[in-house]
């Protein structure tokens, strides 16, 4: 009778066993399902943070781009040209700047006569090429030379800076002295320029970069907001699924347990059952 009951408590923890075994491997199943899906989830929105950081990067370098274009530094436009002679840092800004003082009486180039400040502009278009001709082959002006190369000069008024007092000026091919000076002064009042565009280019942009990085941390914000909502139910999926896993794990080694302690009884039983034939 012993005997019996024992089988059939072994019996009944198989299929208990049995059961539970199954339970947990639909429970694996499952977790696997929710891990690829957080894993895919995960992938999404990091992928979303990407393409935000990329767009954010892009607004900015556009905004540079455009700036540059509007002040005339830009490298599409012939204002940020590079000089082909490219001397003494000479570049299409400097020389557009240079060509509009130089020949628009408004724009003018100021020059002292006496206490008095003057404009000097207008030059003709064949003086200008003249001047820049000899600019950039010389790198500078070289007035004209004698035959024993040495500078040729002429007294003269030069801009009645003097109170119409004479004085020795250089002589050059095409132009005069107060091209010269007037060449001169247009250069150094472009630099200038040039560099105060590119601090306006410069600060247009950090002001465009801060609306910018406001604008993607608001959106970073919406779409860790996004992520999170997504993630949770997940995530608790998966929580829920692991407790479940973690009991039937237990349950199964408690279950293993006693039907081995049926199996050595049930062995007992039947080696005390055995007929002896009096041989014990």
Do not use: C
């Not at 274009?69 to 599409?76: A, D």
């Amino acid at each position: 009778m012993a005997i019996l009951l024992a089988m059939y408590q072994k019996m009944k923890l198989i299929r208990q066993i049995n059961q539970d075994t199954l339970k947990l491997t639909k429970i694996s199943s499952k977790m696997d399902r929710v891990t690829k899906n957080i894993e895919k989830t995960q992938k999404r929105f990091t992928s979303l943070f990407a393409q935000l950081d990329k767009q954010e990067q892009s607004m900015k370098n556009q905004a540079t781009m455009i700036f540059q274009n509007m002040s005339g530094l830009g490298m599409g436009n012939f204002a940020n040209a590079i000089n082909p002679y490219g001397f003494n840092g000479m570049n299409g800004f400097i020389m557009q700047k240079m060509n509009e003082l130089m020949t628009t009486p408004k724009f003018g180039v100021p020059y002292k006569n006496g206490d008095e400040t003057k404009y000097h502009g207008n030059i003709s278009q064949d003086t200008l090429n003249a001047l820049w001709a000899h600019y950039n082959q010389n790198n500078g002006f070289v007035p004209n030379k004698d035959e024993n190369g040495n500078p040729i000069t002429e007294e003269r008024v030069l801009f009645n800076v003097d109170g119409g007092q004479k004085t020795k000026v250089n002589v050059y091919e095409g132009f005069t002295q107060e091209d010269v000076m007037l060449f001169n002064q247009a250069m150094q009042q472009s630099k200038i320029m040039q560099q105060q565009t590119q601090q306006w280019v410069q600060n247009q942009n950090m002001q465009y970069g801060e609306t910018v990085s406001i604008w993607a941390n608001a959106r970073r914000a919406q779409l860790e907001a996004k992520q999170d909502a997504a993630l949770e139910p997940l995530n608790y999926e998966d929580t829920i699924l692991q407790l479940e896993k973690e009991q039937l794990d237990a349950r199964l080694q408690r279950l293993r347990a006693e039907k081995e302690s049926y199996d050595q009884l049930v062995g007992e039983e039947a080696k005390n059952m055995a007929p002896t034939f009096g041989l014990r």
